[in-house]
């Protein structure tokens, strides 16, 4: 029932191109069988209904969420990008029960006073922890509305005290092929590195998040720590992140590298310039009714007040 449900709300696959220019999803899903990556990996929210997170208790609500209906939690744990548990949507919620997300650390390096390896519970403190609906919008043209629980990245960062060198940050995905089917195949150059520059980084829009709905990130969302970048399209939005690395120079990102042509380093949602493959003017929200039309998409994803003086002046066509 629930499946049946989910799938008739999910975009169809004719609106939505799939994004990767170099699998040959057939030949990757026979590599995939023939290397038997999903063998280890009990599937398991598929044929059930997602299991739900460790509540978080006293969790501020932010007063600037917006007073849209969040999407259907099962819809946001069950529909994900995160090839590191395989390609598909609903892969992530299928293969990543194994994945262990506690305990945590992360490794802070680079132009900061401060530097080390840090226990997440020391890194983000429960008091410090804030509720934010945010509007959500992938690269792929699917959208969502999310109460995300995280704090501030500027908050995070600014306590490492990084100096004047650090004009970027970098961010990295864990590397546990054991947990994580995905990469055992070459989707993507492993890790999953990202990054922002540092005034983005800075921005109070940016969130460090540890959960949502009220509840620990699922693994499949990118439990236990992740950034939720609003205004950018998803695939900035890096995942179980284990390496904050404050830099000088801009750093590589996976998407570019994967296809420089299609993803470029900012990323930012922009309904003016189309993917190579498909319009970015308009969107799919993930739960509407499949006869619904498709919904337009607002420049920086509707957050254009708040962030567009951090590109005053620069070509977006250029600079996508
Ligand atoms: N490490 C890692 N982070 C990732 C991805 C990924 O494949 N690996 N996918 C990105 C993409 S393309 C999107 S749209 C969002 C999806 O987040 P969600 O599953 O919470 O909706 O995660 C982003 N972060
Ligand atoms: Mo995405």
């Not at 995939?32 to 990996?41: K, R």
């Not at 429960?126 to 959208?143: D, G, I, K, N, T």
């Not at 750093?251 to 993917?275: C, L, M």
Request: include cysteine.
């Amino acid at each position: 029932m629930l499946i049946k449900h989910v799938r008739a709300n999910d975009p169809s696959s004719s609106e939505i191109t799939p994004r990767s220019v170099f699998a040959d999803r057939r030949r990757l899903l026979k590599a995939a069988a023939a290397a038997g990556v999903w063998a280890l990996a009990p599937a398991a929210a598929s044929a059930a209904k997602p299991a739900r997170g460790e509540p978080i208790p006293n969790v501020v609500k932010w007063p600037k969420s917006l007073p849209e209906m969040p999407t259907a939690y099962d819809l946001a744990t069950t529909y994900n990008n995160f090839y590191e548990f395989g390609f598909d949507k609903d892969d992530p919620a299928r293969h990543s029960s194994k994945f262990k997300p506690r305990p945590w650390t992360v490794k802070v390096e680079g132009h900061a006073e401060k530097t080390g390896t840090f226990d997440l519970d020391d890194l983000i403190k429960p008091h410090q922890l804030e509720e934010r609906v945010y509007r959500f919008r992938c690269v792929e043209a699917w959208s969502m509305v999310v109460p995300w629980v995280g704090v501030p990245l500027g908050d995070v960062l600014k306590k490492f005290g990084p100096t004047a060198k650090a004009k970027y940050v970098a961010f990295q995905t864990v590397l546990r092929p054991e947990e994580m089917p995905g990469q055992r195949l070459a989707l993507l150059k492993w890790p999953y590195v990202e990054g922002l520059r540092l005034d983005e980084a800075m921005h109070p829009l940016a969130l460090l998040t540890v959960g949502m709905y009220g509840e620990l990130l699922p693994n499949q969302n990118g439990a236990p720590l992740r950034l939720m970048l609003p205004w950018k399209y998803g695939f900035k939005s890096i995942k179980s992140i284990v390496r904050i690395a404050f830099v000088e120079n801009q750093p590589p990102t996976s998407w570019n590298i994967a296809t420089p042509s299609e993803y470029g380093f900012y990323s930012n949602v922009n309904p003016r310039v189309d993917h190579p493959r498909w319009t970015q003017a308009t969107e799919r929200r993930l739960g509407d009714p499949f006869f619904s039309p498709r919904r337009p998409t607002p420049m920086f994803n509707g957050y254009a007040d708040e962030v567009a003086h951090l590109y005053a002046g620069m070509d977006l066509a250029k600079l996508y």
